[in-house]
């Protein structure tokens, strides 16, 4: 069960990133007032955690719908996820942890930026979408292993609007240095994670036996 929290923590954490949201945040509300930067923290965290649990709840049924193998998916997951992984090392930004250039710039001509770019892809974005369903799919439907799943997301989550509401003070604190090393960390941890998923897939899709 540890294993499966500290696995579940790294790439919750990693791919939503509550740490390197914080800046990102406080560039894009710059022209806001607390008040409505607080509104916006809290209903931007909000549509992405409906988002990122209804994918919990229906991943598995979707990909069943459209004829996808559990096996294929987490082959493709994890691939992505190891994608996400290198550009954390690289500190590098190609829009499948955090929003792309031209999406930036179109957030800041957006009167509410909750729903997008916050929401979607910030906060729930392909990453997180697909952690949380190659998670879920890992407990082979066990209630507490799904519990724990859904808990330490939760968890994030919370931690993802702290930082939010506190984005100023957070990016006074750690700095661009101190954001870069704490996920260069997290993104070795996340490619052996995703490695293993890859495997998994593999596994499960009976080319080794």
Not at 55 to 70: K, P
Not at 88 to 99: I, Q, W
Not at 194 to 206: K, P
Request: proline share 3%.
């Amino acid at each position: 069960m540890t294993d499966l929290v500290l696995s579940t923590f790294i790439a919750f954490f990693v791919t939503i990133d509550p740490i390197g949201l914080g800046p990102m945040f406080a560039g894009l509300t710059a022209g806001m007032d607390a008040k409505l930067r607080r509104r916006t923290a809290i209903k931007g965290v909000t549509i992405g955690a409906g988002l990122l649990f209804g994918f919990a709840f229906v991943g598995e049924l979707l990909l069943n719908s459209l004829g996808i193998s559990t096996g294929a998916f987490r082959i493709a997951g994890g691939i992505l996820l190891l994608l996400v992984a290198i550009e954390m090392v690289f500190a590098r930004e190609s829009g499948l942890r955090t929003a792309t250039e031209d999406e930036k710039q179109e957030a800041r001509h957006r009167a509410d930026i909750s729903v997008f770019p916050l929401a979607i892809p910030l906060i729930a974005g392909p990453g997180a979408m697909t952690s949380v369903v190659l998670l879920m799919g890992r407990t082979g439907g066990d209630l507490p292993g799904q519990m724990v799943v859904l808990g330490v997301l939760a968890g994030v989550l919370l931690a993802t609007l702290v930082v939010l509401l506190f984005a100023g003070e957070v990016s006074k604190l750690l700095g661009v240095t101190g954001i870069n090393v704490i996920n260069r960390v997290l993104g070795i941890l996340l490619t052996a994670l995703a490695c293993q998923f890859v495997i998994d897939g593999i596994i499960e899709s009976g080319v080794l036996r």
